[in-house]
């Protein structure tokens, strides 16, 4: 495993686009939901891909996620700690590259924010290193599962991202 995908997901869009984005990236990669995710980052990881939900204009927090929670129909993908929380417990010898996704609601990122950018500004405060700008891939309603679909042609867009990403990785050493 040269790629690490972790996501977060309460309704699961995040996890198929995580899971897609891994797809993408080839055989290297793994995708791993956030509460079974390494806090040590292990060493054949090259890149780290971080994706979450955008809950108030950023990253989940307790608050949010007990929230959507509420709002399910079914249990959430992540019931534990969220990117959030593992990204500032994360520990790695070295600095990784990585790039951050989310999903948020289709519209103007001023008026609805992206956990995206967030999960990349704490990444790069704790010494990681940016390859590709964060992304977002979008959903057509408000809150709650029953409104949480993505939108047409996301899922194709996070497999053409992993493949852009898997050019990052270094040749695989013989
Ligand atoms: C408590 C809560 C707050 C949210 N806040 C925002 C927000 O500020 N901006 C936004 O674009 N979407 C917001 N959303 C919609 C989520 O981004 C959407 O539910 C999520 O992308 C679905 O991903 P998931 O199925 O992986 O949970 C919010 C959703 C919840 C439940």
Request: charged content about 20%; overall charge neutral; cysteine-free.
């Given at each position: 495993?040269?790629?690490?995908?972790?996501?977060?997901?309460?309704?699961?869009?995040?996890?198929?686009?995580?899971?897609?984005?891994?797809?993408?990236?080839?055989?290297?990669?793994?995708?791993?939901?956030?509460?079974?995710?390494?806090?040590?980052?292990?060493?054949?990881?090259?890149?780290?891909?971080?994706?979450?939900?955008?809950?108030?204009?950023?990253?989940?927090?307790?608050?949010?996620?007990?929230?959507?929670?509420?709002?399910?129909?079914?249990?959430?993908?992540?019931p534990?700690?969220?990117?959030?929380?593992?990204?500032?417990?994360?520990?790695?010898?070295?600095?990784?590259?990585?790039?951050?996704?989310?999903?948020?609601?289709?519209?103007?990122?001023?008026?609805?924010?992206?956990?995206?950018?967030?999960?990349?500004?704490?990444?790069?405060?704790?010494?990681?290193?940016?390859?590709?700008?964060?992304?977002?891939?979008?959903?057509?309603?408000?809150?709650?599962?029953p409104?949480?679909?993505?939108?047409?042609?996301?899922?194709?867009?996070?497999?053409?991202?992993?493949?852009?990403?898997?050019?990052?990785?270094?040749?695989?050493?013989?």
């Amino acid at each position: 495993m040269r790629a690490l995908v972790v996501y977060e997901s309460m309704y699961g869009n995040t996890e198929r686009i995580a899971v897609a984005i891994a797809e993408g990236l080839g055989p290297d990669a793994v995708a791993v939901e956030v509460g079974a995710a390494p806090r040590d980052l292990p060493p054949e990881v090259d890149l780290l891909v971080v994706g979450g939900p955008t809950h108030g204009h950023g990253m989940s927090q307790p608050a949010t996620r007990e929230n959507a929670s509420a709002h399910a129909d079914r249990p959430v993908v992540s019931p534990g700690e969220g990117i959030r929380e593992w990204i500032a417990g994360l520990r790695a010898d070295r600095a990784v590259r990585f790039t951050a996704f989310d999903t948020r609601i289709k519209g103007p990122k001023l008026l609805w924010g992206s956990a995206a950018e967030s999960a990349a500004k704490a990444l790069s405060a704790r010494g990681f290193q940016q390859a590709a700008p964060p992304a977002s891939f979008l959903v057509g309603g408000p809150l709650g599962s029953p409104y949480d679909r993505l939108v047409a042609g996301e899922l194709d867009r996070a497999r053409e991202l992993g493949r852009s990403l898997a050019a990052l990785l270094p040749a695989p050493s013989r």
